[in-house]
């Protein structure tokens, strides 16, 4: 089941179109959101976020690929997501293959 959200453009801000909001399937958004936002910036949620940056500014090895696997595996699932496929050993070619329960 695909999940139907208001759209975002580029700057996060909310996309319009013809003078109205944009409403389409957003999962990829939603997982975006999830991997860029950190713990604490969601009022409704503050446990949710992953907070992607702070690994690629950091040294990054099998450690940290780990950990990250681990955050990601335990945000999607608590957003509602089955995770079909993650690669996160390389962090330029990072990929998520994810779909909603």
Do not use: C
């Not at 999940?3 to 996309?15: R, S, Y």
């Not at 969601?42 to 950990?67: F, K, N, V």
């Not at 699932?77 to 050993?89: F, K, T």
């Amino acid at each position: 089941m695909k999940a139907f959200d208001l759209l975002l453009d580029a700057d996060d801000d909310l996309l319009v179109e013809r003078n109205d909001f944009v409403i389409d399937a957003a999962d990829a958004q939603h997982v975006d959101l999830l991997l860029r936002t950190r713990p604490g910036d969601w009022r409704a949620d503050p446990l949710a976020g992953i907070g992607i940056a702070r690994y690629l500014m950091a040294p990054y090895g099998p450690a940290q690929a780990s950990e990250l696997s681990r955050e990601a595996t335990i945000q999607l699932e608590r957003d509602g997501y089955q995770i079909l496929a993650m690669d996160v050993h390389d962090l330029t070619q990072a990929s998520f293959n994810v779909e909603r329960k």
